[in-house]
């Protein structure tokens, strides 16, 4: 058996989150397992556990099911959890951290209602930060908080900044961890022609436009990733003397 989650914080109030909407797993998310999981070194680490399930009112004074009971309609409620496995009522950083889950992923738009064991919350979601395109987006700004976000990549991260055109073509900007911003990465590519796929935004074959040329990938789940692309010869020479001198006596053959 397997459990997706997503982890995240609202202001650094961080949250493991789990999607539940066929109600399944309520019953399941004992006091044991919500601390094993929020455990910072023995589970994912967080504050609290987010269950989103399925509501149609609130759910004042419920222990661990979706929402029932009385009061304003909401087609979601937040179950959640506090790090030590208790039950609590409500969570302002949790409801704004499931109002962008839904939102991210389309089950809501603008505004929405959200059950919680303490009333029903009303939600407006606004996505701020939002760029005309690729040639306005602040790489250099932008790309190296991703890069060195140590709670997400502790070895630092590349970073792909997608444009999708239409299902056949995206175009791509590039932050490389130590390098900062290339003209082109050939594995950042592939994984942005499988995330655009799993996200249902482009389709088997895509053309991936980047700085310095286009790449072509051909992908379908549970086969090998296909790039394809030109490769090229510019220059050749010799290194000189002064430059070898560097590397230190006796590390070349004479």
Sequence with gaps: MTLEFVKAHGTGNDFVVIE???????????????????????????????????GTATAPGTATGTATGTGPAASYFMDYRNADGSVAEMCGNGARVVAKYLGDRGYV???????????????????DGLVAGLDQLPVETVGPR????????????????????????????????GVGETLA????????????????????????????????????????????????????????ADLLARLGEGSLPA
């Design 20 to 54: 539940d909407l066929d109600d399944r797993y309520g019953t399941a998310l004992t006091s044991e397992f919500v601390q094993l999981v929020c455990d910072r070194h023995l589970g994912i680490g967080a504050d609290g556990l987010i269950r989103i399930a399925p």
């Design 109 to 127: 738009t603008g505004a929405c209602a959200l059950a919680t064991r303490a009333g029903v919350k009303q939600l407006e979601l606004h996505v």
């Design 146 to 177: 991703i890069e060195h976000d140590r709670a997400v990549f502790p070895a630092g991260g590349n970073v792909e900044f997608v444009q999708v055109l239409d299902e056949g073509a995206v175009r791509v900007r590039t932050w490389e961890r």
């Design 185 to 240: 990465c050939g594995t950042g590519a592939c994984a942005v022609a499988v995330a655009g796929q799993l996200r249902g935004v482009t389709g088997e074959r895509l053309t991936v436009r980047l700085r310095g040329g286009d790449l072509r990938l051909d992908w379908a789940p549970g086969r090998t990733v296909r790039m394809t692309g030109s490769a090229r010869e510019v220059a050749h020479g010799t290194l000189g």
